[in-house]
């Protein structure tokens, strides 16, 4: 049975959908803003919150961290100095993972490098996630496996021999393993999101969880997932879509995350258990639209009754109609008036 525990919440096949809010950089490298989104993530009913977390110098060639980064959504003039002014360090982290803490909720991050993610084990991450562009990085993946807590997996723009690669260095180390489908394109279009992987993962890696990283404008894909199998969903989030960065655009805002939490905890309780059966709360609508079966004008006892004889009329208080054909050609024992309905009590 596939199985991911993580503090106190257990992942599976029968479970709630654990939602993550993928803060990511979008607290602008502002500690106050970042607590302000993960109150903000609690409030929606999310189960964890999630950062990024590089080590940039050791991450990037040099030529890409002096790399002049002129745009909109710079926070350097290089992408270097970019990416510094994003990145929060050991007192960030602890602050944050206290008020985590305070609220109940899950806080993790992304670790992009070896540093990175031995920094977050200092920190007693409960959760380690790897991004999709480190899908076929297996010394990075073989590394935060040995640190022994439950991984997740972005799997966007990559094949399933990459998937499949992944996944056999990591078990033999760390069977507490998720994979997520991905698209690795932000936003992502509707065309480009192929939910049925989540079938195929489902089908090829049976031991392990299998979720889903969403990187479209709305809820609806992730809904579509859950009831296709997936247990995890990642969603960005900000607080506004009109703050500076690349990711604000397609990132949830609180009504829309708020939403989707709601519509993923419906989905679980209307899928319900397979077995068809008749609920009190359709009792008495159905026999208020039901039919039974009825006198089709003023009839006398020793009448022989035809198809003319018979209606069929609301409401359902009588013989179902499906019974037509037994009770044509039955004779009546009493007189009966228009409208009143058949028992086979009366036929013979």
């Known amino acids: 049975m596939r199985k991911l525990i993580v503090n106190d919440f257990t992942i599976s096949d029968d ?36 950062l990024q977390k590089r080590d940039n110098k050791s991450l990037l060639t040099r030529a890409a961290y002096e790399k002049p980064y002129d745009n909109e959504n710079s926070f350097g003039a ?27 909720l899950i806080m993790f991050a992304t670790a992009f490098d070896f540093n990175s993610a031995d920094f977050l084990a200092e920190l007693d991450m409960p959760l380690y996630k790897i991004a999709s562009g480190d899908l076929k990085n297996t010394p990075l993946l073989r590394h935060v496996a040995k640190l022994g807590k439950p991984m997740i997996i972005s799997t966007g723009g990559g094949t399933m021999e990459d998937v499949q690669r992944a996944y056999d260095v990591i078990m033999p180390i760390n069977s507490q393993l998720c994979i997520l489908q991905c698209t690795a394109s932000y936003p992502a279009e509707p065309q480009d999101l192929n939910l049925r992987v ?18 479209e404008n709305g809820i609806a894909m992730a809904l579509a997932a859950y009831v296709l199998g997936s247990r995890v969903v990642e969603q960005h989030f900000t607080l506004n879509h009109t703050w500076k960065g690349t990711d604000h655009a397609f990132s949830l805002e609180p009504i ?16 319900g258990d397979g077995e068809k059966k008749i609920y009190p709360s359709e009792i008495n609508p159905i026999h208020k639209m039901g039919k039974k079966l009825v006198a089709a004008r003023d009839l006398q006892a020793g009448h022989k009754l035809t198809r003319e004889d018979v209606a069929i009329k609301s409401p359902s208080d009588g013989i179902p109609p499906y019974e037509l054909d037994n009770v044509i050609g039955k004779t009546l024992a009493i007189d009966i008036d228009e ?10």
Do not use: W
């Open 15 to 50: 479970s709630d959908c654990f939602v993550i809010a993928e803060i990511g950089n979008n607290h602008q490298g502002d500690l106050q803003k970042a607590m302000e989104m993960f109150k903000a993530a609690k409030e929606c009913g999310v189960d964890a919150v999630k």
């Open 78 to 104: 290089t992408y270097g100095q970019h990416r510094e002014a994003l990145e929060f360090g050991r007192k960030e982290y602890d602050a944050l993972k206290k008020y985590a803490h305070e609220l109940d």
């Open 339 to 348: 409208d009143t309905g058949f028992s086979f009590e009366i036929l013979k």
């Open 198 to 215: 989540i079938t195929t993962y489902r089908e090829r890696f049976p031991d392990v969880v299998i979720g889903l990283s969403d990187h």
């Open 256 to 271: 829309g995350m708020r939403k989707l939490v709601r519509d993923l905890r419906r989905v679980k309780v209307a899928m």
